[in-house]
């Protein structure tokens, strides 16, 4: 399929619709994922807990709801919500019970959460979670000695928003998945796992690993597949001619890089935004950041501008629509926590220009859109 321009006009009218959207929607909470994770949690008991990691996200990826907003180009939900905010009961879950009531009236950061929804967390959700598991916070709490605990009480320091959604503060480390694509990666896990030696240190542990790896891609795969076959649904009831083509194009730049890496700027920033919305269902903590885009992205612009398959103007269209999208992902923040300060959504950070690793200025044009764009 030849890939479309988007039409100029209507770039700007685009964008302020979906920014004023994503500015003035309230925020929900939505309870999917902590279904999910617990129906497969129940599932896996006696399993090691990598694998029951990976098992959890699977059935979550493999079952969650597929959503594409209207006006939106760059895709990917991670709740049923517009601005929404999923919970990680695996985590911690003695602040999901103590909040439950207030997430409305709370001084900052108020949540909506549909009553029914309640109802499915106070007698489903939090009963399994303090009765049949134990959370990485309770873990992590078991593993202090009686003064790091008085410490922690006292607040000298405290990990308590970390432990509450993740740790975070990390780059997933897009420049391999833009290189080597969900197939590369999931062959290059296939071929360590069958390199490894039974008779070597550490080979249960090591073979647990490379197995939740392979799960896990595959469930990537199987999750932006799902993306590509929504799109196509969607393009087939749209009566916007335009719009249908570029759901069109959407599934089709989908379905590629749901195994492949990426042969232009649109796919190579689509899947940039993938990793991102599944890193933050993995981890859940603050600070995932997009880092160096300017060049990881660079090659993909030279290439399609050099072609005349894409102008700068669609180049800011495009990353305005992955800013917007950025902003629409939140983590809920504990009542505690949240008045110690909300900030930003995620703080997903991203770094433009530098130097390279000879020391030269890094800057390219892309640097300057990026700018611009945000």
Same mark, same amino acid.
């Given at each position: ?61 493999t079952n969650m709801t597929i959503r594409i907003w209207k006006d939106e180009f760059i895709v990917g939900n991670r709740t049923t919500k517009f601005v929404g905010t999923p919970l990680y009961p695996e985590v911690r879950i003695d602040t999901i019970e103590q909040d439950i009531d207030t997430y409305e009236s709370r001084f900052i950061q ?82 360590k796992k069958s390199n490894l030696i039974k008779e070597e240190e550490n080979f249960k542990e090591k073979n647990e690993f490379l197995n939740s790896i392979i799960i896990l891609l595959n469930a990537v795969k ?8 929504? !799109?196509?649904? /969607?393009?087939?009831?749209?009566? =916007?001619? +335009?719009?249908? $083509?570029?759901?069109? @194009?959407? *599934?089709? #730049? ?92 995620? !703080?997903?950070? /991203?770094?433009?220009?530098?130097? =390279?690793? +000879?020391?030269? $200025?890094?800057?390219? @044009?892309? *640097?300057? #859109? ?5």
């Open positions: 399929m030849q890939i479309k321009q988007i039409p100029h006009p209507t770039f700007e009218q685009r964008i302020k619709r979906m920014k004023k959207k994503v500015v003035s929607h309230p925020h929900e909470i939505c309870i999917e994922r902590a279904i999910l994770f617990t129906e497969s949690y129940a599932q896996t008991k006696g399993v090691p807990s990598v694998m029951r990691f990976a098992k959890a996200m699977d059935h979550f990826l108020q949540l909506s959460l549909a009553e029914e929804d309640r109802k499915i967390l106070k007698q489903k959700i939090i009963p399994y979670w303090k009765n049949e598991e134990e959370t990485v916070y309770e873990r992590f709490k078991s593993n202090l000695d009686e003064d790091l605990k008085a410490i922690v009480d006292k607040l000298v320091f405290t990990v308590e928003v970390q432990y509450t959604n993740g740790i975070g503060h990390f780059f997933p480390g897009h420049k391999n998945v833009l290189k080597y694509g969900l197939n590369g990666l999931l062959q290059i896990a296939e071929d199987k999750f932006i597949k799902r993306v590509s076959d929504h !799109a196509q649904k /969607l393009a087939q009831n749209e009566g =916007d001619i +335009e719009r249908k $083509d570029e759901l069109l @194009e959407i *599934s089709e #730049l989908c379905e590629n890089i749901s195994e492949n890496p990426p042969n232009s700027f649109k796919e190579a920033l689509q899947l940039i935004y993938f990793d991102q919305l599944i890193c933050g269902l993995e981890d859940g903590g603050f600070a995932v950041s997009v880092g160096r885009l300017d060049q990881d992205l660079f090659p993909f612009y030279l290439k399609d501008i050099d072609e005349g398959k894409i102008d700068h103007k669609e180049v800011a269209f495009l990353l305005k629509c992955f800013f917007i999208k950025l902003t629409s992902l939140w983590n809920y923040i504990f009542a505690l926590g949240a008045n110690a300060g909300e900030g930003p959504p995620l !703080a997903e950070n /991203l770094t433009i220009g530098g130097l =390279d690793r +000879e020391g030269n $200025d890094a800057t390219n @044009e892309l *640097s300057y #859109l990026i700018l611009d764009a945000y």
